[in-house]
């Protein structure tokens, strides 16, 4: 526990939060200290967002109260005041003002259809009561301030023209306009790719050091945790399960559930030296107590004296993105070029890159969802090209694709019976309801879940069991390939951990092979044989995990697994080097992408040359 | 002194006399033009442009001596060159375009005498001619006026030598009239005159309501807002009996009707009385045959066939209907209060064991298609406004073979009494052939005769003087607003 | 989540199908014995001509005209009314539906056929429409039913297109794809059970429409067979009594009403049981 | 460009498809010759022969097509106006009208269904939504007369039909603006909802906005695209109810002159209406089109 001779600026006290009847916060309390950073952490669902959203009283907008509690906001040289009993007209000049925020969303946290400059001008000409060409002057200044380049042409430009992390520094900027004394970050890199996230958390830091404001960071990154916080607190289902400064928590973690979690987090260069990924048991919070579940072994599956299952032979995709008036095609963007890997039985290849780098777009391809521009797809020896039309449906049945997003990727409106045994009823797999019904309960169960859930909607089970369930279907059709694109990403990281051992067990007992798209480069190093790593649409390293990660040899996949946050306190690295934007593959027709020539620096390890 | 606002159902579109056959052109057209004749409200006959006329050559000729000291409303003098210009028009290639000219294809040449004195060449003689003079295409027109501006320009900025003077005129909102000072009989007591053209009939009994118009002409006021108006302290309703008649019309060629008997049955089955008082509160007049007491023609002792379901009945029986035998009533889409009546009819077919369905066809189609091809049921509405009061004009298109309004009869006897009325000049003779011709047609029974309606005005009572003509031409030079 | 807030709702959704569910189903059942239960609608009493209401118990909305009773008539002529509404409706869903699927479907020439005959189709004026077609065909139950159907599938069809055209770059439908569904099962199991919920909230709205552009007919002079009691018909009859007689059509109208509030409620609660998720967008 | 094609192609197909219903319809010299009494062939002949009719039926459709460029359509059947001159006169009655509907419509329902999105649930949505159901529940000339029998005959303060300044806009529009509010609620409320639940709806809140600013200017102006879209397509609604309402309140607009003109079968004034309406159809679609731009910067540059 921080103990400060100051009285905190911030203080929780005994809150509780209540939808309709339900609890969502349960008796709460923590401290706020002015130019420190709180973090929140917890898994998804246990009440973060809520958390902050009532210190800004805007729970009570979607219809939340609070039966207990108060939350002292005590600004030096104001008297302290409960924000719960604030009338809303003094709660709008301390919101935006007093205490700011930054939401979770960059894509959505901005209006569309306003510009820039209106949008950060606004909370300017309210609560400073600024000219409108006062406003914008220091719209621009605080757009530099949170480094973005060109400044002033962006106060005219509108959120879509931007990218991802561009959003979200204007989101910063916003929340600083009024000089806050108290800024509440939720989640605000989530959504970003690592590279990005990074630059962000730098910003932050660097502002909050320059303006003294404290800040309550919320987060279920471990890794984030350990960079940003100087105090930590739990949240489990509601409640505050343990608080400390961020060295505390980290070593010597007490409540089952911070160990569990923090069990859980994947960690880069956890596996140097292991010449196949390894499954490991898992620890899991079982009526209060830990338990570890699961053996330990070596996932040495894949098998490199057969024949590849999959081959695919400088495949190249397109998409015409700008046409002029007539018609006629001016800019294209060049997702994949000239790409060639290949896939052995039981093996797993990953696919890493940041976003928009052509991942998926290959994904797509290869499951027949996508047209290439050229490059052949080999499967089981045989081009697909030239494959009849049944072989192609046969394809569809032993290649399954596993999307990002367990929620979007089932039919909101069938049962997941009836999406489970699609794949069976399509390729006419089996005869008889009840063999389907059995066949269904027993994939259920394969996954680890109840048979007897056969008949409920997707939107009735959680992430992780959505994500499980969409694995459930892709074995439907006993597949000898899985493409699983970032099938992993939206879960917390200790459901994550489960999938990535039911993956593994997975392959073991099937001797399946996965396309393993992800962008997280832990996940990536924990569970694949080889890895590719994409960037702008061309490969420019790939080799076995060891060659990837322990002898990288270029750098933009250096620059990658430098950015990859780690989940210890107590290293705190220098990432000055990360810096601007990743280029766009969008060209002009006339002017396609150079194709970089590529060499083998040991066997099977082929890396790019670099530009410069 | 003062305006009197008239709402009028339909603009006619152009003001030239030669070009439209519409009742409500000549009942804004009667204020601006003259005939050599003129028939006023009473239906009499009397000097209009032409101060006397003799008939001669076996009534092939007739010489009309004109009106000294008139003028039309440009300034131009009214004299035989007007005439004779008039109806070279009519009958040449201007009035071919329009539909006027068969009317009056019996003239065949005018033959200018002297400046006030014009004859007329007939091919043959035209009993109803005199009486055609006095409306339509007859009006006299100035002819340096029409040179010199074109027949496009009339079209719009109609001139004549009637009691008020065109002012100005929007299509489809409505025309303005002003006194003209000049006129050659007794000048009109009001300054202005505006109409506006107002086809809803609620929209406008409501603008009568609330004072947006004086007066509205028929055919508008329908006979369920009659009690809204009568009930109002500042309206009133005038009423005259009409030209309009209605009737069903039976199929005389297929269906059940095909049998006299089965039509005297379907005739006497409808109590035509109780309608008229019921549904029409009492503005109408059963008939006895297809027109109403002021027509020529009209036999004032011809008795309607009396209600009687049992003989009706019996008839029936007779002629081998069975119970539940079916007619299909075929009616104008657009007129509510005729449904109701028919409606009415079907109830009392209803009680002789007749079942009636009404089937409403789009007017038009009715009149220009259904009918004239023979496709309409066993029954189909006609009603008929006989502008001349002639029972010819009525009879010869309903009766005689070939004509269009007659898809089904063919009557040799009935076509020889029609020629032979045609081509006679003595009065009484012809009337008497006229009421001949309607005895015969009731009592071949071809068709229901219901009833004659009233022309129904409705008027603000500061209005004046207000003498309601049958036929909706009104010249309103004697009404006075306060 | 919020098990009150929720338990709220649903009460609030199963009083909206109570509601809708007895307004509905009174107005069908009266409307279906109507035989039984009133005087036959056809009795012309010109005796007893517009008798006011809820002063003589065999006459308790009065009479019109005629001296029908319009209480018979009410219930009477809902069926014809609702026979149009809902027969047009269902014709032109499933017309506008098919037309729909095939154009955000299969796109390209289709799509380009089909949406070029629904501009020409939008870009004609209803009731000019309807005044040609009628003048050509004549005026019948059937023509003013297909007349609706007419004028009314492009909605459908524009509305399903839409939401076919988002539908198909949503992940589960991909997936599907991916899978090797075939068209036909992917049109049946997956859009077409997603893409119902607008359709039925349009079809709610339609059936009053079209009972009420039937009126319209019969107010420009295109009706059917006037002793055949309507909804519309009896609006449009009554009008001219407004002043003096108000009960001919205010009754008629109230039923509309009713039929239009129960059928909306009834819709909405379909709307949100077809959708498990029990989040309702509209 | 592509849009603009396929406009003209489909002002082409609608006025095609007028051309040939119409002349299905029955016989202009008929009607013209209606009252006269023994009128024979020869007679109507004449009369189609000053009409034009003999001609063949291409050589008179591409009259009317020339006439839409040329604006000039000839002459009416009844009368021998020129079309022209009638067009020029009701076609801004008739659109006058339309928007004044459409505003109404607008102004009655953007509240109301934000009203109701904000208060989702409860018993003023309700309300809201049972109250705007019952434009769905009366045809539009009932109402009309309605409005007339309270505004014109009892309090006396409007004109009951006619244009005649501002004032008697004031029924006709409201007539149609309660009918299309039925529909509009709804829709603004649904969209509404959708927008409520974004983010940058509760960023604006934490910016400390009034709740006002909040609704009226960041969640209104994302509902416009479907908003816009709808009330285009409304146009072409308006346009045929307005037949109806036009006939009620005596208003000099395309309606009532395609409603006579199809009684007459007057070809040239009916096809110029409709050309012209369909044409105005079509541009409002088009209009509609660059507004998204207007108010989505998204489209603008894309
Ligand atoms: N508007 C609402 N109505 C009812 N319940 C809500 C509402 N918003 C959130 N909840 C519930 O409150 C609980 C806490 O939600 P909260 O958003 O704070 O979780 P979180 O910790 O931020 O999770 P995440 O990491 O996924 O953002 C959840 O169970 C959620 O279902
Ligand atoms: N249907 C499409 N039309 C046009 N461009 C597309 C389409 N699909 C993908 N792209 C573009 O192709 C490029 C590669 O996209 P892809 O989805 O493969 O990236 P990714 O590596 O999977 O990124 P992420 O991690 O965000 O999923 C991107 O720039 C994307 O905008
Ligand atoms: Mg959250
Ligand atoms: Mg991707």
């Keep these: 526990m921080i103990t400060s001779e100051r009285t905190p600026l911030l203080c929780v006290d005994n809150l509780s939060v209540r939808f309709g009847s339900t609890d969502v916060v349960r008796n709460l309390s923590f401290d706020v200290h002015a130019g ?49 009993t604030c009338s809303r007209k003094a709660m709008r000049s301390i919101r935006g003002k007093e205490i700011a925020m930054i939401f979770q969303e960059p894509m959505t946290s901005l209006n569309p259809v306003y510009t820039i400059g209106d949008q950060l001008a606004e909370v300017l000409i309210l609560h400073e009561s600024r000219s409108r060409a006062a406003a914008l002057g220091e719209a621009e200044r605080l757009l530099s301030l949170v480094r973005l380049p060109d400044a002033g042409g962006l106060l005219g430009r509108y959120p879509h023209q931007l990218s991802g992390g561009m959003r979200q520094r204007v989101m910063i900027a916003m929340s600083l306009a009024c000089r806050p004394r108290l800024l509440i970050a939720d989640e605000p890199t989530t959504a970003l790719d690592v590279t990005v996230q990074a630059q962000i958390l730098d910003i932050m830091k660097d502002l909050q050091a320059e303006l003294g404001m404290a800040m309550i960071f ?23 399960v343990e608080q400390g400064t961020v060295e505390e928590v980290f070593a010597r973690p007490r409540h089952p559930y911070t160990r569990m979690l923090l069990g859980a987090v994947p960690r880069l260069g956890e596996m140097n030296s292991h010449a196949y990924p390894l499954r490991t048991p898992l620890t899991m919070l079982r009526d209060g107590e830990l338990v570890s579940e699961g053996e330990e072994r070596l996932q040495d599956t894949a098998d490199y004296s057969a024949a590849p299952l999959l081959k695919v032979e400088d495949l190249s995709v397109q998409f015409d993105v700008r046409k002029t008036f007539w018609g006629r095609v001016t800019h294209r963007n060049f997702a994949v070029s000239r790409v060639s890997f290949e896939i052995y039985p039981g093996e797993t290849l990953a696919l890493v890159g940041e976003s928009g780098s052509g991942k998926s777009t290959i994904g797509r391809t290869i499951q027949q969802l996508q047209e290439p521009a050229a490059g052949e797809v080999w499967f089981d020896g045989r081009p697909m090209s030239q494959m009849k039309l049944a072989e192609r449906q046969r394809l569809r049945r032993e290649v399954q694709y596993i999307f990002q997003d367990p929620f979007a990727s089932l039919d909101p409106r069938r049962t997941i019976e009836e999406s489970i045994a699609e794949p069976i009823h399509t390729h006419g797999l089996m005869e008889g309801s009840r063999a389907i019904k059995a066949r269904v309960g027993e994939l259920l169960e394969r996954v680890g879940l109840d048979a007897d859930m ?50 593994m067990d997975l392959q073991r007992e099937e001797g399946l092979a996965y396309l393993f798209i992800s962008h997280d480069m832990a996940v990536v190093e924990k569970m694949s044989h080889r890895v590719a790593v994409l960037y702008l649409g061309q490969i420019i390293e790939s080799g076995s995990r060891g060659d990837v990660f322990e002898r990288t040899a270029h750098s933009y996949t250096q620059r990658l697994i430098s950015a990859v946050p780690v989940a210890d306190p107590t290293i705190r690295r220098d990432r000055s080097s990360l810096n601007g934007e990743v280029p766009s593959a969008i060209r002009p027709v006339e002017q396609p992408p150079v194709i970089l020539p590529r060499h083998d620096i040991a066997p099977g390890h082929c890396v790019a040359r670099e530009n410069k | 002194e003062g305006t009197l606002t008239v709402s009028s159902p339909q603009d006619p579109g152009s003001w030239d006399p030669v070009d439209t056959f519409l009742v409500n052109w000549a009942s804004v057209a009667t204020n601006i033009y003259d005939g050599l004749t003129y028939r006023g409200p009473d239906m009499e006959l009397v000097p209009g442009l032409a101060t006397e006329w003799e008939t001669l050559d076996d009534g092939t000729r007739i010489r009309f001596h004109l009106r000294e000291g008139v003028t039309f409303h440009n300034g131009e003098p009214f004299n035989a060159t007007a005439v004779k210009f008039t109806f070279d028009r009519l009958l040449g290639e201007e009035g071919a375009r329009g539909p006027q000219q068969s009317n009056y294809t019996s003239i065949d040449s005018v033959e200018v005498i002297d400046d006030r004195t014009v004859d007329f060449h007939l091919n043959k003689p035209d009993p109803v001619l005199l009486t055609k003079l006095a409306g339509y295409g007859a009006m006299i027109v100035p002819p340096v006026y029409i040179k010199e501006h074109g027949e496009e320009y009339f079209n719009t900025h109609p001139v004549g030598t009637g009691p008020f003077e065109f002012v100005s005129y929007e299509p489809k909102v409505g025309i303005s009239l002003k006194a003209y000072d000049d006129f050659w009989g ?297 | ?212 552009l039937e009126s319209s007919l019969t107010f420009l002079g295109l009706g059917v067979d006037p002793t055949i009691p309507s909804w519309g018909g009896m609006l449009a009859e009554g009008r001219t009594y407004l002043q003096t007689a108000w009960w001919i059509s205010v009754f008629p109208g109230l039923a509309i009403l009713l039929t239009v509030l129960g059928l909306n409620l009834l819709g909405d609660w379909l709307r949100d049981t077809l959708d498990p998720t029990g989040r309702t967008s509209r | 460009m592509k849009r603009v094609i396929q406009a003209i192609f489909v002002v082409i197909a609608v006025s095609l498809v007028v051309a040939v219903a119409i002349r299905l319809t029955g016989d202009p010299a008929l009607m013209i010759a209606q009252g006269a009494t023994n009128i024979t062939e020869a007679d109507l002949e004449r009369i189609r022969e000053g009409l034009g009719l003999n001609q063949p039926f291409i050589v008179q459709y591409l009259q009317s097509l020339a006439g839409l460029l040329t604006w000039q359509f000839g002459n009416s059947f009844v009368g021998g106006t020129s079309v022209t001159l009638l067009i020029n006169k009701a076609l801004p009655a008739t659109l006058a009208l339309a928007f004044a509907s459409l505003f109404v419509s607008i102004a009655i329902s953007i509240p109301l269904g934000i009203r109701a999105a904000v208060s989702r649930g409860r018993w003023s949505d309700q309300l809201i939504r049972i109250c705007s159901l019952v434009g769905l ?59 409520l639940n974004a983010q940058y709806i509760m960023v604006a809140r934490a910016k400390g906005l009034s709740e006002r600013k909040v609704l009226y200017k960041h969640a209104l102006r994302n509902c416009a695209i479907p908003l816009i879209t709808y009330f285009g397509l409304q146009f072409g609604t308006l346009l045929g109810g307005i037949v109806v309402i036009e006939r009620v309140f005596n208003w000099p607009g395309m309606g009532t002159l395609a409603f006579d003109a199809v009684a007459a079968r007057d070809y040239p004034v009916l096809q110029a209406v409709i050309m012209i309406l369909s044409l105005m159809i079509v541009a409002i679609n088009l209009l509609v089109d660059i507004a998204y731009g207007l108010v989505d910067p998204r489209i603008r540059t894309k």
């Excluded at chain 2, 009494?417 to 029974?445: G, V």
């Excluded at chain 2, 207000?466 to 309103?476: E, T």
């Excluded at chain 3, 199963?14 to 239960?37: D, K, M, P, R, T």
Aim: aromatic content about 8%.
């Design chain 4, 137 to 195: 529940s009366f045809p539009n000339f009932w109402l009309a007369t309605m409005l007339v029998l309270l505004f014109s005959i009892t309090l006396k303060w409007l004109p009951p039909s006619g244009m005649n300044g501002m004032q008697s806009f004031i029924m006709p529009a409201l007539t149609m603006g309660i009918i299309l509010t039925a529909t509009n609620v709804r829709l603004v409320r649904t969209t509404m909802l959708e927008t």
């Design chain 1, 454 to 503: 056969a008949g409920r909607y997707p939107h009735e089970f959680s992430g992780g069991q959505r994500q499980r369930i969409c694995i459930a279907r892709a074995l439907a059709s006993r597949p000898r390939l899985i493409i699983a694109d970032e099938a992993l990403s939206a879960l917390d990281v200790s459901v994550q951990a489960q999938v990535i051992n039911l993956f």
């Design chain 1, 218 to 240: 919320i987060t279920h990154d471990m890794g984030v945790v350990a960079e940003m916080a100087d105090d930590v607190v739990v949240m489990w289902e509601g409640s505050k």
């Design chain 3, 1 to 212: 989540m919020a098990a009150t807030i929720s338990l709220h709702l649903r009460n609030l959704k199963s009083l909206e199908f109570i509601l809708g569910a007895v307004l509905l189903g009174v107005i069908v059942f009266c409307v279906l014995f109507s035989q039984w239960l009133f005087t036959p609608p056809g009795a012309i009493d010109l005796g007893a001509r517009l008798l006011p209401p809820f002063q003589d118990v065999a006459h308790l909305f009065g009479t019109d005209a005629l001296g029908r009773d319009v209480l018979s008539r009410v219930a009477a002529g809902g069926w014809v009314s609702l026979k149009v509404g809902f027969l047009s409706v269902m014709g032109s869903v499933v017309i506008g539906v098919v037309m729909g699927l095939i154009s955000g479907y299969y796109r390209g020439v289709w799509d380009v056929i089909v949406m070029r005959f629904a501009d020409i189709q939008l870009a004609l004026p209803f009731i000019l429409l309807a005044i040609t077609f009628v003048a050509i065909l004549g005026g019948s139950l059937t023509n003013t039913i297909i007349l609706l159907i007419i004028s009314q599938w492009v909605q459908y069809a524009r509305l399903v297109r839409g939401s076919v055209l988002t539908l198909r770059e949503r992940e589960f439908i991909l997936s599907a794809r991916a899978i090797g569904v075939k068209d036909m099962a992917l049109i049946l199991h997956h859009f077409l059970p997603n893409l119902l919920g607008p359709v039925i909230v349009l079809m709610t709205l339609n059936v009053a429409n079209n009972i009420l």
């Design chain 1, 36 to 84: 420190r950073t709180m973090a929140v952490v917890g898994e998804s669902g246990s009440g973060k967002s809520i958390t902050s959203l009532s210190v800004m009283r805007l729970a009570d907008m979607i219809g939340a109260h609070y039966p207990t509690g108060r939350i002292n906001f005590a600004p030096e040289g104001v008297a302290p005041r409960d924000l719960l």
């Design chain 2, 186 to 482: 007794d000048g009109p007591t009001l300054s202005n005159l505006d109409y506006r053209f107002i086809s809803e009939p609620s929209t406008a009994v409501a603008e009568l309501q609330s004072g947006g118009v004086d007066l509205v002409i028929p055919p508008t006021i329908p006979i369920s807002m009659i009690p809204t108006i009568e009930d109002d302290p500042n309206l009133s309703i005038v009423t005259t009996p009409g030209p309009t008649v209605y009737a069903l019309r039976f199929n005389t060629k297929s269906g059940i009707t095909r049998s006299e008997k089965v039509r005297r049955a379907l005739i006497m089955a409808v109590d035509r009385q109780s309608i008229v008082d019921q549904i029409l509160g009492g503005q109408a007049q059963v008939i006895a045959s297809f027109q109403g007491e002021r027509s020529f023609g009209f036999d004032p002792n011809m008795e309607p066939l009396p209600y009687d379901p049992d003989q009706a009945r019996q008839l029936l029986q007779e002629a081998g209907v069975e119970p539940g035998a079916r007619v299909e009533i075929d009616i104008r889409g657009n007129d509510a209060t005729f449904a109701e009546v028919t409606q009415a009819v079907a109830a009392y077919l209803g009680q002789v064991g007749v079942i009636a369905t009404i089937k409403p066809v789009e007017t038009n189609t009715l009149l220009n298609d259904v009918i004239p091809q023979g496709k309409t049921g066993e029954m189909f509405q006609q009603s008929w406004g006989g502008w001349t009061f002639d029972f010819d004009n009525t009879a010869y298109a309903m009766y005689h073979s070939g004509q269009k309004w007659n898809p089904y009869d063919s009557d040799p006897k009935m076509d020889e009494l029609l020629e032979q009325q045609r081509s006679l000049t003595d009065r009484n003779r012809r009337e008497q052939l006229l009421q001949q011709i309607a005895h015969y047609a009731a009592d071949r029974a071809l068709e229901m005769p219901l009833y004659s309606l009233n022309a129904i005005y409705g008027i603000n009572n500061r209005v004046e003087g207000f003498v309601p003509a049958p036929d909706s031409r009104l010249r309103l030079n004697r009404v006075s607003v306060q």
